[in-house]
């Protein structure tokens, strides 16, 4: 049997609005209960979000998407007001990256965790001396 990527545990400070923030930026289906959790299924794996009244670390998830996809997410980013950045460092307030011939762009969860959407994976189309890889060239 392949090995495959089947969930994980994110902690959150409200697992149903989290929940419900990542299926309605996304464009995905509203989220399942299933005993504390709130399940966001992304393809075959599933972003499992647990309440907690503890300190919540940040951590980062990064979702491909088609070009059109990207188009429509990035309009609800917007449209809520949301900030964004173009790098994982927040260096780049209110932009996006065009880093191997694709899109890509980070904004934050209520609880912190610094989500990506990109249209392409990183190394797939090259360095671009105009706009460079931070990720691929520190």
């Not at 996304?26 to 209960?33: D, K, N």
């Not at 709130?38 to 075959?44: R, S, T």
């Not at 994982?88 to 694709?102: K, S, T, V």
Request: aromatic share 10%.
């Amino acid at each position: 049997m392949a090995v495959t990527f089947n969930h994980t545990i994110i902690h959150a400070r409200d697992n149903q609005a989290s929940a419900a923030f990542l299926t309605e930026i996304l464009g995905l289906q509203p989220h399942r209960t299933l005993a504390h959790f709130a399940v966001v299924q992304v393809g075959v794996t599933s972003l499992d979000y647990l309440t907690t009244d503890g300190e919540i670390t940040p951590r980062h998830f990064a979702f491909q998407v088609s070009e059109p996809e990207f188009d429509e997410i990035f309009a609800r980013i917007t449209a809520r007001g949301l900030s964004y950045w173009a790098d994982p460092f927040r260096n780049q307030p209110g932009a996006i990256n065009h880093w191997d011939d694709g899109r890509g762009v980070y904004f934050d969860d209520p609880d912190g965790h610094l989500m990506e959407v990109l249209t392409r994976s990183y190394g797939s189309g090259g360095l671009d001396a105009e706009h460079p890889n931070p990720l691929l060239t520190q």
